[in-house]
DNA sequence: TTTAATAGTTCGGCATTATTGAACTATCGA
DNA sequence: TCGATAGTTCAATAATGCCGAACTATTAAA
């Protein structure tokens, strides 16, 4: 009934702090998670669908990869419309992790 | 029958150009083995139970972990006498993906 | 202002993966 | 040879992950 305010996130996003390493970790041992994110770090904003590896991949997959991607501080999802708008939280995740974000997109299919 | 030869290994260890980024990460993704490669890293050659993160954990489930970071080609396990020495592969990890263990294992328990 | 289309989320069921007790194998020491 | 040690392997249960189907919210068109 109360509609969405534009930048009142529907989401819940951890404070980094929260964030333990291994589900970090978790979040980035996937491929397809890890395609996301090089995305995002290179495109700065983007729906979901346009944060998807692939169009192959269902609409509820997306959203649970987004969903922990999420969970582990490393985006941010705010509602744009009828759009969900990511961003990557790149500061607060190097402040958290140094180093570790450079050294997984550096790997990335290498 | 035949018995093992002391330096034959009895486990498969993977080429490290065959082990995906992914893979990797999910053996890191885990607390526990963490905790065990923190070890490795600092005490060259461990037993597996002296690898343990703790002796609460069954001996079941320590096989398994090990397991998972063998074929994550983190580490490499020849049997001597009656233990299995588990050492670090950490040259040829480093080499397969640079910086990446060294980002991990300075961003544990931060 | 219905109606339809778009952009997602959520739910529930199936499949995959993890954990662990129990049984087993191999080696060493007495 | 007997017992203890250091593991592995197996099988059952528990926990996670994946995805189709149904749902919600927003925008656009009629």
Do not use: W
């Not at 397809?32 to 269902?58: G, H, K, Q, Y």
């Not at 991607?69 to 958290?96: S, V």
């Not at 180093?99 to 997109?105: P, S």
């Amino acid at each position: 009934m109360v509609p969405y305010i534009d930048d009142m996130p529907r989401f819940t996003h951890p404070r980094l702090e929260d964030v333990p390493l291994d589900l970090a970790l978790h979040a980035l041992a996937d491929s397809n998670r890890l395609t996301m994110v090089a995305r995002l770090a290179a495109t700065e904003r983007l729906s979901c669908t346009d944060a998807a590896p692939c169009d192959a991949i269902p609409k509820s997959t997306l959203s649970n990869h987004l969903k922990l991607l999420r969970a582990a501080g490393l985006i941010e999802t705010t509602q744009a419309g009828r759009e969900m708008i990511n961003t990557l939280r790149r500061a607060e995740f190097d402040r958290r992790f140094p180093g570790l974000l450079d050294a997984v997109l550096a790997n990335r299919s290498a």
